[in-house]
């Protein structure tokens, strides 16, 4: 008998969870109190019920979740992938990956080598750069330098050393990189504090915000988010995944 009744335990259990929901509006509080106690009876036999309702009531919500968040990347795509914003890969490829980061983490540092190995096997993906300075002054000093490099041609270059150098970036680790590189120093110290370079760093962050990252790397690979670093399956898998919704 339980075990025929275990699926309407179930949808009763969910409802009775989340208060919110219509069928649960429906009860009167006489019903309410039946329902309550035919479960209580039910989750003496078998106590698995409650914690199936609950992971269904997960997976719902997780699947809520991801299709918020779908929406939200599908309604931010001009921003996501702007004119401005640094390529790497196939500025034309079929595929677009747009990567979160910030020079000083670690585990976008550990990303690099993967991504790059995986840019060099796969030309059919565009890879945009967003700077996303979350970890201090030095965080914010390197974005700066990068996208002040860009406006001479030489933002991936740099961008390449300072992922390279140690995290705590300095002014002076900076100038000396962009000199090795041979980048125009006087032009791209004066054009760090250029408001455009700060303007562009804002507007990331904004944007990081309405998609719910909460840290770096971030990836955006179609209508995915994928927090954290990936290896070279995962990437292989959502741009394949990514190329057939596509």
């Not at 009744?5 to 969910?14: E, K, N, Y």
């Not at 991504?115 to 000093?141: C, R, W």
């Not at 050393?161 to 995290?167: G, V």
């Not at 700060?198 to 770096?216: E, F, V």
Request: hydrophobic share 45%.
């Amino acid at each position: 008998m339980i075990r025929s009744l275990r699926p309407l335990c179930l949808a009763l259990t969910a409802a009775l969870l989340l208060p919110g929901v219509a069928l649960a509006q429906q009860f009167t509080p006489e019903q309410r109190a039946e329902i309550v106690s035919i479960l209580r009876n039910a989750l003496k036999r078998d106590p698995s019920i409650l914690r199936d309702a609950v992971a269904a009531l997960q997976a719902d919500d997780q699947k809520r979740q991801e299709a918020e968040q779908r929406a939200m990347i599908a309604a931010h795509q001009r921003a996501l992938v702007a004119p401005q914003d640094p390529v790497a890969g196939n500025p034309h490829g079929r595929v677009t990956i747009v990567e979160f980061y910030d020079t000083r983490c670690p585990y976008c540092r550990k990303l690099d080598p993967e991504m790059e190995k995986f840019l060099a096997q796969d030309h059919n993906v565009k890879l945009v750069y967003k700077d996303l300075p979350i970890l201090g002054p030095a965080s914010v000093l390197g974005a700066k330098a990068v996208l002040a490099a860009q406006l001479q041609g030489g933002y991936l270059r740099l961008r390449e050393a300072l992922m390279k150098l140690p995290p705590d970036t300095t002014f002076d680790m900076i100038k000396q990189a962009a000199l090795k590189l041979g980048l125009d120093w006087p032009k791209l110290k004066q054009d760090m504090d250029d408001p455009g370079v700060q303007k562009r760093i804002d507007a990331n962050l904004k944007l990081a915000q309405l998609l719910g990252i909460q840290g770096t790397p971030a990836l955006i690979v179609g209508d995915q988010l994928v927090p954290g670093a990936v290896d070279m399956a995962d990437l292989q898998k959502l741009v394949a995944a990514a190329g057939k919704a596509g």
